[in-house]
């Protein structure tokens, strides 16, 4: 089946720092990828929805100046959490989907967890 | 809008027993089901999607869902737990095509010897 490698698995960071995760589809070329925040023993919450080469799409509330996703290629979307502060430690998970190509199943990454001190 | 309502937060069946996790759905428009299964620390699998067609629909690892209308429900279910089981299953809807999931959130199977 597809392959969605999310990294780092975990990071640990501290406050005012920017931190990047990196989504790829290992075998498929993801023509939209997706990123989700998972709190505590709650559900996936959708951040944002990101086209290669355009401008993602923020969910409300969510701000954007604070999560920068960047979807240079059909095969990696980034993640940069911006001056992050402990309010912002979560689980994060990306999925992407091969679109017209296979389907609208969404693939999972494994997720990063990520604290900040 | 589209929302998902799990039933239960906790499920606790033991090793052999039917397995039944429960999952409401509300759409404007035919929805797309999916179930997901999270293992601690990882992402989510696939388990099972219902899109047109047959109502009962087989997923991997022997689990099944029946999509039923007139309930608007989804519930997952397996003959037989077993132990490695255990894990948390997320019911999601879309609205078909391409269009952003909603999840419920979530049910912690938990399976005793």
């Known amino acids: 089946g597809a392959v969605v490698s999310q990294h780092p698995s975990r990071v640990i960071c501290k406050s005012g720092t920017s931190v990047k995760i990196e989504c790829r589809s290992l075998?498929?070329?993801?023509?939209?990828m997706f990123w989700y925040r998972q709190f505590p023993k709650q559900s996936l919450m959708l951040m944002a929805t990101?086209?290669?080469?355009?401008?993602?799409?923020?969910e409300q509330g969510v701000e954007k100046d604070k999560f920068l996703i960047n979807h240079a290629s059909l095969t990696l979307s980034t993640l940069t959490v911006t001056s992050a502060h402990p309010e912002d430690s979560s689980f994060y998970i990306c999925?992407?989907?091969?679109?017209?190509?296979?389907?609208?199943?969404?693939?999972f990454g494994a997720g990063t967890r990520l604290s900040v001190l | 809008a589209q929302s998902v309502t799990q039933l239960g937060s906790h499920v606790s069946v033991s090793e052999g027993a039917l397995v039944l996790l429960r999952c409401n759905y509300s759409?404007?428009?035919?929805?797309?089901l999916f179930w997901y299964v999270q293992y601690p620390n990882q992402g989510l699998q696939l388990l099972l999607k219902?899109?047109?067609?047959?109502?009962l629909v087989k997923g991997i690892n022997g689990f099944e869902a029946e999509f039923k209308k007139s309930e608007t429900s989804f519930h997952l279910t397996k003959p037989s737990a077993h132990m490695s089981d255990a894990a948390e299953y997320f019911c999601?809807?879309?609205?078909?095509?391409?269009?952003?999931?909603?999840f419920g959130k979530g049910t912690m199977l938990l399976v005793s010897p």
């Open positions: 219902y899109t047109t067609g047959a109502t």
């Open positions: 075998d498929f070329q993801a023509t939209t």
């Open positions: 999601a809807v879309s609205e078909g095509g391409y269009s952003t999931l909603t």
């Open positions: 990101s086209n290669e080469g355009s401008k993602a799409t923020y």
């Open positions: 759409s404007s428009v035919p929805p797309y």
């Open positions: 999925s992407a989907t091969p679109g017209l190509a296979g389907g609208d199943i969404q693939y």
